[in-house]
């Protein structure tokens, strides 16, 4: 084969793999985010050997340093926290739980059995994964609201806490600037007798001359 002929045969290969990078950074990115399974593009209940494998060849595929895509760091960087997602423990288990409610939700909505042949159509299966994608929003808005309410019920106790803090020391200054001052006020206390003791004094002499 001619130089020319492979060179050719190169440089269409390396253009149908910066296709195939491509398109899986367009599909990354175009997944529903909180669905991890879905940006791995994997099946729930998969083992995590397979979820290690799936991520280590996307990650392979689509690494900012093996594309000039400038999506790429965003898409590289949704696979991380799917994968992250899915081999934590309970992060894992939120989801699938989210996944089984939905489908349980869709089978009592359109009123069938768990056997109904209905449930392994391809249009039930996209209708729960949009089913999916609400459970997790309104999970996810959930989530937030008790962040947040937790946020400012701690908001709250800080402040509580911080205020006692704040009482107190004003409390242990008013009593070191009393123990500071305590013998300028004994000084001013002799002073005070002392200038009382005088004027008794002026007062018995006067009236023993006057007697």
């Known amino acids: ?29 175009k997944a529903f985010k909180l669905d991890a399974y879905a940006v791995l593009d994997i099946q729930p209940g998969v083992p ?3 979820i290690k494998v799936m991520y280590r060849k996307k990650s392979l595929l689509i690494h900012p340093d093996k594309t000039k ?3 790429a760091p965003e898409a590289f960087d949704r696979l991380k ?5 899915l081999m934590d423990e309970k992060l894992r288990k939120h989801l699938d739980e989210c996944i089984s409610d939905a489908r349980q939700l869709l089978i009592r909505q359109k009123k069938l ?7 392994k159509t391809d249009e039930f299966l996209k209708e729960w994964r949009r089913k999916t994608v609400e459970v997790l929003i309104d999970a996810e808005a959930r989530r937030r609201r008790q962040m947040k309410a937790q946020m400012q ?3 709250r106790e800080q402040a509580k806490a911080d205020a006692e803090l704040e009482e107190r020391k004003r409390k242990r200054d008013h009593e070191k600037n009393w123990e500071n001052t305590r013998e300028t006020r004994i000084d001013s206390w002799r002073d005070f ?10 007062k018995k002499r006067k009236m023993k001359v006057i007697g």
């Open 193 to 202: 007798q002392k200038v009382e003791a005088k004027k008794k004094d002026g």
């Open 113 to 119: 059995s768990i056997d109904d042949e209905e449930l």
């Open 69 to 71: 895509n400038p999506q």
């Open 1 to 29: 084969m001619a130089n020319d002929e492979v060179d050719a045969l190169d440089a269409l290969e390396k253009e149908a793999k910066e296709y195939d990078k491509d398109a899986e950074i367009d599909r990354i990115l």
């Open 153 to 155: 019920e701690e908001g």
């Open 81 to 85: 926290k799917a994968e992250a997602t």
């Open 48 to 50: 995590e050997s397979q």
